[in-house]
């Protein structure tokens, strides 16, 4: 019992820490649907929200992407309506593997390949837990919600209602 009570504070710890930083966004290689991969800083509306969704080296990247169709709600919404940003900073032991499935995959949405983690390194106040992974920007490029959308409804809910005001 009180293992899950210091759990409980060390996620609460890490999300109260988390909320209001600023993250920044590295060069990456951006996978764009149809198109030859390239090296670029993402391009975003500065008067926009930003959806980040962050897969680190930590989660199996070409299981991942084979779940991307989960996240087609949350991308069709965005393109009207903020920016989306997904970030694959897989283990350089794999990053090949990622390539390769990126090339044959049917992606409806950017990829952001992080190959050299400096989305991690340069945003160090993202916690480590895989819950956290996924947040909402303000335009000031600060984290103002944190969570899955895609398997919470009412985050998602939340997540639309903020984006629209």
Not at 49 to 59: A, G, K, N
Not at 116 to 127: E, H, V, Y
Request: charge should be neutral; hydrophobic fraction near 40%; glycine fraction near 4%.
């Amino acid at each position: 019992m009180l293992s899950l009570g210091c759990e409980k504070a060390k996620l609460h710890r890490q999300l109260t820490g988390f909320i209001d930083t600023e993250i920044t966004l590295p060069s990456m290689v951006k996978y764009a649907p149809r198109k030859l991969p390239k090296f670029e800083v993402p391009m975003l509306d500065s008067t926009r929200h930003t959806l980040i969704v962050y897969f680190d080296s930590t989660q199996c990247s070409s299981c991942l992407l084979g779940r991307l169709y989960e996240w087609g709600e949350v991308v069709e919404f965005s393109r009207d309506n903020c920016n989306f940003v997904m970030v694959f900073s897989p283990k350089q032991a794999r990053l090949s593997e990622l390539k390769a499935s990126l090339q044959t995959a049917f992606i409806e949405t950017d990829i952001w390949v992080d190959e050299n983690g400096d989305f991690a390194r340069l945003n160090q106040t993202i916690p480590s837990d895989v819950k956290f992974h996924t947040f909402l920007l303000n335009p000031q490029r600060r984290v103002i919600l944190v969570g899955d959308p895609v398997h919470n409804h009412q985050l998602w809910d939340l997540y639309k209602t903020t984006i629209r005001n």
